[in-house]
């Protein structure tokens, strides 16, 4: 897993501390970026692991990177008892990737990014679902 770093000209949409749902049991918290490029989630437990300023210094590593022009869909769900918002990206190859993330505010930042790269519009499907339509 490599770390997390900007690409030459890239920009940082968004970012924020959210778990990553890898199951119904297991989820990874971290840091996640959404830039004009792509998707990135680090898995910063093994930096917090080691703590104090060798954690630091080693970094979160990468354990989601989505690129944009692989996000097909967006969808609306809930998590555990006490129903905490999830934003599920459906990716071109039919995974589905849940993070607990406040939905409102980061699926207005997918819409942006996705609507500046390529031209790509949210189209709601049905309610809490919205599919990727790319300009030709």
């Keep these: 897993m490599a770390k997390f770093k900007l690409e030459p000209g890239e920009q940082v949409l968004m970012e ?3 778990p990553y749902l890898k199951s119904r049991i297991k989820y990874i918290d971290g840091p996640a970026y959404l830039t004009d490029r792509r998707f990135v989630h680090a898995n910063n437990l093994q930096a917090r692991a080691l703590g104090g300023l060798v954690g630091g210094l080693m970094g979160a590593r990468i354990d989601l ?3 944009l022009d692989a996000i097909a869909g967006i969808s609306r769900s809930t998590f555990g008892r006490k129903d905490s918002p999830v934003i599920v990206l459906t990716t071109t190859d ?3 990737h849940k993070l607990v993330a406040p939905f409102d505010e980061w699926f207005a ?3 942006r990014a996705l609507t500046n790269h390529r ?5 709601e ?3 809490g679902a919205w599919t990727a339509h790319r300009a030709p």
């Design 16 to 18: 924020g501390s959210l």
């Design 109 to 111: 930042a997918f819409d």
């Design 125 to 127: 499907t049905h309610p």
């Design 119 to 123: 031209a790509t519009r949210l189209v």
């Design 65 to 67: 990177e989505i690129p």
């Design 94 to 96: 039919g995974k589905e």
